[in-house]
């Protein structure tokens, strides 16, 4: 028995009570996966996904194909084979709203997260819908993005963010020259060692399935800005301008400020939706359609992340 609910300020919730959760996944697994679309993200409570190897199977149950995860920006835990731990970001610090992986050339249409331990205060995952986000915009900037797409650069520094073999999954330079050539990223090797990357990509694209203009990059959380002003202008002074370990620039290289990021991030707050983690959920996110990100918290949070469905835009 299951009951789907609309509340305002809120996704999707879709309440259950299986005897088996695997077997639900089983029967369900198409209801799921068209409410992920049709409301850009569902919660579904009840599962009682206390346990990781159960998740990781309920999961695997609901997806296509899971992905493992390369160039990442932040560590992340293994629970199983492609099933992490969320982000390690300060718990302190807000999360801002991103597609996940965006920044590549091929990217999960779904992400799937599991509360094994909710927060004692805060910490929920955050959703924006996307067209709703490019509707907010200056039309200048989504006109500009839309056709020239959007420009990440990285330099792996060894001293914030991963190294190059973390990231990359190894210690082999020319392992890594031969991933950049496949997917599109320009390399540069840089004195000590370290390296500097580019990857241009659409900041605009269309869903696969609904034809609707969606906002999709990253142009506001992988920034030189993500953490502000000050921490901008400190970081420099520490790394200097060409050591950031991460800007993002309008397709042609000009430089996005922080005036435009700003307006980025004010409109994703202004369109926040977000339920309070309960143990055992299963949030399913239409990673085309909505943004995600998290409220700062309070306590042990704990929460298994899976990257499903491979996509190119």
Do not use: K
């Not at 659409?202 to 000050?230: D, K, M, Q």
């Not at 991460?246 to 980025?264: A, E, H, K, Y």
Request: hydrophobic share 35%; aromatic share 8%.
């Amino acid at each position: 028995m299951s009951t789907l609910e609309r509340h305002a300020g809120a996704p999707a919730l879709l309440r259950v009570d299986p005897e088996d959760p695997l077997r639900w996944a089983h029967e369900e697994r198409r209801t799921v996966r068209t409410a992920a679309v049709g409301y850009g993200a569902v919660l579904v409570r009840g599962l009682g996904l206390y346990d990781p190897i159960l998740a990781g199977d309920v999961i695997r149950m609901l997806a296509d194909e899971l992905m493992p995860e390369r160039e990442a920006f932040a560590p992340r835990g293994s629970y199983t084979d492609r099933v992490y731990s969320a982000t390690r970001w300060p718990p302190g610090l807000p999360l801002c709203p991103h597609h996940e992986l965006s920044y590549r050339d091929r990217f999960p249409g779904l992400m799937m997260f599991v509360c094994l331990t909710p927060p004692v205060l805060g910490g929920a995952t955050v959703l924006v819908d996307s067209s709703t986000v490019l509707e907010a915009l200056p039309a200048s900037l989504v006109s500009r993005c839309a056709r020239d797409g959007w420009l990440l650069v990285r330099t792996y520094n060894g001293d914030i963010g991963p190294s190059w073999s973390d990231a990359f999954g190894t210690g082999d330079r020319h392992g890594v020259e031969d991933y950049c050539r496949a997917h599109a990223i320009d390399v540069e090797w840089c004195p000590g060692g370290r390296l500097r990357t580019r990857q241009r990509r659409r900041a605009v694209v269309r869903h696969p399935t609904t034809g609707a203009r969606c906002w999709f990059n990253e142009i506001a959380h992988y920034s030189e800005w993500s953490l502000g002003p000050e921490a901008h202008a400190e970081l420099c002074d520490m790394l200097g301008p060409e050591g950031l370990p991460v800007t993002t620039c309008f397709g042609d290289g000009t430089p996005i400020g922080w005036d435009l990021v700003s307006r980025i991030r004010q409109a994703y707050a202004d369109n926040t939706i977000r339920e309070p983690w309960q143990s055992g959920d299963l949030l399913v996110v239409d990673n085309i359609r909505t943004a995600h990100g998290r409220d700062p918290y309070e306590g042990p949070r704990e929460v298994l992340v899976a990257l499903a469905d491979p996509t190119r835009a």
